[in-house]
């Protein structure tokens, strides 16, 4: 098996054509540099280079050997490289499942300037409920997600807070309640509800749930739909009302109209979620880039 310090000292010496300027590049005496070639030669079971009075010159195999030996040595610093920088989440690649509405807050900056400070770690962006993105975390199927708490049996997952937001009305515009101006959730006591099943987002699920318990009514959900987009769809089409983030207000906005529910218990916090097990430096550093940007 030949080693890689022996390729080295080849390198060199084809390069030199001559042991002692080979043998002062190297930091090393002439013998054990002669020495070294020739077990070299005895190795591969041929001449490697032809020794002159005047000068050295490669034979066919070893200027053949030059050639790989060069790519070889390349390829060799370029796993030492890959590796020390995948140690310091410089490259490689990282998953990122995040919430649909979290788009619309500081998210979408935190991603544009992670790809230019980090560009060779492969960004790969899913959009899933909070439910979703738990069992993608533990199956390992995402390295990151951006989550709305609470969320139960944690003890397996690290959390970091993220951002804020609050819980909002969305009416279709033609609504006759769209126009009033002090709107608020118990307005909405008759009203058709298009929500999202519970199982894939509880915290916001019993969030909105409980802010038409405390004015007084149940809603009447009518239909569900999975994702927020999806929600606000039902919405603009006027298949009834909904409880939206109110970072999504840009969304169908000449068709649905937003109001902010003016209501402590509207305000939700957004959190980081990784699991504690992992080593996952380029994680590490989208973090520490989300809470600068923070």
Known sequence: MIELRQLRQFVVVAEELHFHRAAQRLNMSQPPLTAAIKKLEAEIGETLIVRGNRQNRLTAA???????????????????????????????????GYV?????????????????????????????????????LRQGDIDLALVLPPIANKDDLSFAAFDTDRLALALPSAHPLAAKPDLCVADMAKASFVFWPGAEGRGFFRRAIDLCLNAGFEPH????????????????????????????????????????IDDPAAAFELCWCWRADRDMPAATNFLALAHEMT
């Open 100 to 136: 649909g509405s979290a788009m619309y807050g500081r998210l979408t900056a935190i991603i544009r300037a992670f790809r230019r400070a980090y560009p060779n770690i492969r960004l790969h962006l899913h959009e899933q409920t909070t439910a979703r993105q738990i069992t993608s």
């Open 62 to 96: 070893g200027a053949a050997l030059l050639e790989q030996a060069r790519t070889t040595l390349a390829h060799a610093q370029q796993c030492v490289t890959t590796t020390r920088d995948a140690a310091r989440g410089l490259s490689g690649e990282l998953r990122v």
């Open 221 to 260: 959900i009518v239909q569900e739909a999975q994702q927020m987009h999806a929600v606000l769809s039902l919405v603009a089409a006027e298949a009834g009302v909904a409880i939206v983030p109110a970072s999504m207000a840009s969304v169908r906005s000449e068709q649905i109209h937003y109001r902010a």
